[in-house]
């Protein structure tokens, strides 16, 4: 796929000391190893996460909400490469990936802004947490693999903080553990999760009950954007170089504007739907709990049985600022773990 080289021999070899890492972390520190492996579609970020998912013996699941960051495209030039999905990658990953789970969100093959960069990593941290927790409910740790500019937007949601200095080097790793209720404003008493699995047919009352407390559950759990803690910021010191190529948004390159220069689509016919689908997955709704909206497009919603990748988003006619990736985020992946301690 265009815009999606493979990790150079230096990068496997990273990608090995990262492993090691993950799986065996330092006994006198008291790290957790990883219950769960995520990763960004994108065959370099496959690449980084397999070792460590053969390693730990643990299916890696594909998420989309985390991939690569792209600036809006110039007009007539295309869209944006999206990756498939497990069942058409497992023939690079054979025995590795998860056929069955579903990403959270989408990213948008027409590009983002920055600040619509964020509002999709606040959207899939807020969903996403509430997700691992009802379908999960035994999970206490994930690790997640992306890209230099998803890693920091990630970041930034967990803690809240924009601002935050966030650091992304290659096979760096960063570290977030969530801030117990007693330390977040307004907290609440915790009540048990419902399971968000689908109930079986026939018994449609019980799983518009479940959904309706799931909502609520979901409303009083202190797990979404800004409730969580960051312990490390780019650790680098398991490999044998350490830290390389680290990128921040300080390093984007503007036009005379200010704006972040735009960028070319892949070159291909653009069809009606090509951009689909776009913002919150069907089905993912029941674990939303803010009034949030991805921009440029609505989150969406599907007819009952409809199929993720087949559903028609709903659109919004809000203008995006031109923006552009840098080259310098296309050969990268980098790492963030997420850590909740009940």
Known sequence: ???????????????????????????????????LL????FFRCIQTASVTAQKLQIPLKLEHGVQE?????????GLHPRPGHAEQLKQFFPDILDEQYRSTVYASR??????????????????????????????????????????????????GD??????AGCATTSFYRRKSPSRLDNATQLEPMTNGTASAP????????????????????????GCWDCIWNGRA??????????????????????????????GRPVKPGDDQPIGLAPGMEIYLT???????????TAVPGQNVERAVLSMTAEPSQQTSRPPALQRKASGAMIESRM
């Open 1 to 35: 796929m265009s815009r999606d080289p493979p990790l150079a021999a230096h990068g496997l070899d990273q990608a090995q000391e990262l492993a090691e890492f993950l799986a065996n972390p330092p006994s006198e520190e008291g790290l957790p190893v990883p219950d």
């Open 38 to 41: 995520f990763s960004s579609p």
């Open 69 to 77: 960051w792209y600036s809006q495209v110039l007009p007539d030039t």
């Open 110 to 159: 027409s590009g983002e802004s920055v600040s619509e960069l964020q509002a999709r990593c606040d959207l899939f941290v807020d969903v996403f947490v509430n997700r691992i927790e009802a379908e999960y409910p035994n999970v206490k740790t994930v690790a997640i693999f992306a890209h230099a500019a998803s890693v920091i937007a990630l970041g930034r949601a967990l803690t």
């Open 162 to 167: 924009k601002a935050m200095e966030i650091r």
């Open 202 to 225: 026939g018994s449609a009352s019980l799983e518009q009950k479940n959904t309706e407390q799931q909502k609520a559950n979901n409303a009083k759990s202190p797990g979404g954007v």
């Open 237 to 266: 010191d398991y490999l044998a170089l350490g830290e390389e190529r680290n990128w921040g948004f300080q390093d984007i390159i503007l036009n005379a504007e200010g704006h972040v220069i735009s960028d070319r689509g892949d």
């Open 290 to 300: 803010r009034d949030d909206i991805y921009s440029p497009l609505k989150r969406g």
